[in-house]
């Protein structure tokens, strides 16, 4: 079993800054891609960022420039730096990765989810 867990979602005035983590445990062999997605209410999910293995990295237009995603392949944990946040930025912020996963006699690839953390941004 693998599983995601997000961190340092909150409450913070325009303008503001957080910073998300996502740790990743359990049977894991390899990561792959991870990426940050976000829903806010009555919209569906979209993609805010993601980032390789080697740590080339792709984004959102909407988030370009503010956000900065990384990851620290040795503790299996992937960051959001969110900068200069804005009120449309609110939203629940799930994280998600490919992550390898083996048996004694085999290896594959399954992609797992984070159950969220929610990020608000003031007026």
């Known amino acids: 079993q693998v599983q995601l867990v997000e961190s340092g979602g909150g409450l913070v005035q325009g303008g503001g800054s957080l910073r998300l983590s996502c740790a990743a445990s359990?049977?894991?062999?390899?990561?792959?891609?991870m990426g940050w997605y976000r829903q806010a209410p009555g919209k569906q999910r979209e993609l805010v960022a993601t980032?390789?293995?080697?740590?080339?990295?792709n984004y959102a237009a909407s988030v370009k420039g503010r956000f900065t995603i990384s990851r620290d392949n040795a503790k299996n944990t992937m960051y959001l730096q969110m900068n200069s946040l804005k009120p449309e930025d609110t939203a629940v912020y799930y994280c998600?990765?490919?992550?390898?996963?083996?048996?004694?006699?085999?290896?594959?690839?399954?992609?797992?989810w984070g159950q969220g953390t929610q990020v608000t941004v003031s007026s």
């Open positions: 980032i390789t293995s080697g740590g080339n990295t």
């Open positions: 359990g049977s894991i062999f390899s990561i792959h891609d």
């Open positions: 998600n990765a490919a992550v390898v996963v083996t048996t004694h006699s085999s290896a594959w690839e399954n992609h797992y």
